[in-house]
């Protein structure tokens, strides 16, 4: 009998958690795996998941063995394999993503500390709540057991943007769009790249229409969070869910031959970008162990888009040093890593 998978998830009874949860319990991301859902949720929003988890039973769902409620992360993540961080403040019209991190930056430093005590050593975290890279280095800093390559970042709602908006140009599928990359931030500076895309096996970059992909594709992709978030009052959800469910099975069961995809990873220097940041890069994945794409070559304006990006990944990190504690980080042989910046434990 296959070994079932526990899986926490925090803002569970969220707009992204409505469609996520569902998609989770049928089995979609893990390979038709067992499921014990660990339900994260503030106490105040305990009675809304309660609901939630009733409409999870009235499902009858063959992969989903069991269902537990929690509003603190100590008992949420115990003995977790995977955790999915949703619960965060979300931007509303006129906020940038980078506006949240004073409220939310606090909820990833109390779930980092409880993931390094009560999750399994081998736990695996994908941050989604924004401003997630930032946040993702919050959580790891004060996870005391967790190396960086247990974390990602959802990149994979500005891939598939990016893919949608370069299919429905091309008038081919999407399916047939490879090699695509989301380079930095998930934020207004992040950088789509197609330069090294082909369609149906074969290299695009002759057939790219440059100024249309410079001036317009880019900037489209990078704004469409903001976009939806103008069109229909409140942000992203159902294709949030659909990114994670891509996300998590492309880490877990492995990304296609020849094709490669964008997560957020811990940065160590990997072309010329600052270590010690959780930057958006092409990986490809292999039994859940991550890779980035080594030798795409990056011409000048690929270079100057993607310093952007890192000196505002930064620049954010500059902003929480309270917040990545400096004893446990030398204690784990990082500290070196942005100096011996103005950090208190
Ligand atoms: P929402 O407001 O509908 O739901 C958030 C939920 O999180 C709420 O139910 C809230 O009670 C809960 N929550 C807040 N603090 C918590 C804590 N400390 N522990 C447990 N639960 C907590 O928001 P949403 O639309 O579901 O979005 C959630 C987050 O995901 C936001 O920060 C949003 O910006 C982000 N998001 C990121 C991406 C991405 O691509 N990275 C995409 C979509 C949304
Ligand atoms: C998105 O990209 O849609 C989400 O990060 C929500 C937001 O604030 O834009």
Redesign the pocket.
Known sequence: MTQPLTVAV?????????SLLFRLAAGEPFGQRPIRLQL???P??MQ?LRGLAMELEDCAFPLLESVTLHDS?ETGFVDCDYALL??????SAGMQ?ID?LKD?AE?FA??GKALGQYAKPTVKVL????P?NTNALIAWANAERLSPSQLT??????HNRAKGFLSRKLGVSPQSVERLAVWGN?ASTQFPDANHVHINGQPLRRGLDIDWYREIMIGEVQLR?EAVINVKG????A??AQ?IIDHLRDWMIGTSTGDFVSMGVFSHGEYGVAPGLFFSFPVTCRHGHVDIVEGLELDDFCKKMIRETEQELLRERQAVLSLLPEKSLARRGFTSLWGSLDCAE
């Open positions: 925090t803002g569970a009874a969220g707009s992204v958690c409505q994260i949720e503030r105040e929003a809304v992360p949703v619960g965060a403040k979300p931007r993503r949240l939310n909820i109390k779930q941050v989604v709540g924004n997630a970042v959802l990149m994979r709602l500005d998930h969070g409140r942000t992203s959800a294709s949030a990114a």
